[in-house]
């Protein structure tokens, strides 16, 4: 996915719910936000492709594989997700009986969503903030922290499904978009991203919120 140029700037929005039926989605799915999104998916896909090299070897990354170099800004992210597994550790599973999701998960999530605005500045790198006005900066908190809050299940029904996969993947695609992350270098950024944030931290942060919703 194409980068917006260094030093240009835009005008953040808050997320409002769009999709919500059926012809809101033949929408979405021929939109310029779609196209973004699934280009920047192919995109790390591509990036894990085994290549032959001209010796006639084949390079292939594995999620331990020790070539895969994980960047300064890649590594914010990760710690990001591991604070969150510390507060899912924090949070008490509630032991009554209960006949859908544990309650426990809307505790988290509030706690979470207090802390949203914090982890947003604390997390993404600084390249991305150049993106917009000073007077701007508080919505593009609230834009990037609503895909980030949405990545982490429903408070309301207590489950986690792949829409909030998609969130996630949007808060990703949305600091490639912005800058936030380092030079592509052959994939080896994409490379970071899938094995030092997708695979290694947020499936088990992910696995651990479920828990709150079985």
């Known amino acids: 996915m194409q980068r917006l140029e260094l030093g240009s700037t835009i005008t953040p929005m808050e997320p409002q719910k769009r999709i919500n039926e059926g012809t809101d989605l033949a929408l979405f799915l021929t939109s310029r ?86 982890l947003m500045l604390q997390a993404i790198p600084d390249n991305v903030w150049d993106h917009v006005s000073e007077g701007d900066k508080d919505t593009l908190v609230k834009e990037l922290g609503a895909y980030f809050l949405g990545s982490f299940g429903s408070p309301e029904r207590l489950d986690y499904g792949t829409g909030h996969e998609l969130s996630f993947l949007a808060f990703v695609a949305a600091i490639w978009r912005l800058n936030g992350f380092g030079p592509s270098n052959g994939g080896n950024e994409e490379r970071g991203i899938v094995v030092g944030v997708i695979d290694k931290l947020v499936t088990p942060s992910i696995k651990t919120l479920i828990s709150f919703t079985e």
Do not use: C, H
Not at 58 to 68: E, K, L, M, Q, R
Not at 93 to 111: C, E, I, M, V, W
């Open 33 to 118: 936000a779609y196209i973004l999104l699934f280009t920047f998916l192919q995109q790390l896909n591509r990036a894990m492709f085994p290549v032959r090299n001209r010796d006639g070897l084949v390079t292939a990354w594995t999620v331990t594989s020790f070539d895969i170099i994980q960047s300064p800004r890649v590594v914010r992210i990760r710690v990001l997700l591991q604070t969150i597994g510390t507060m899912v550790k924090e949070t008490p599973l509630n032991t009554a009986p209960q006949r859908f999701g544990n309650t426990s998960f809307r505790t988290f999530y509030q706690k979470l969503k207090e802390r949203t605005p914090e």
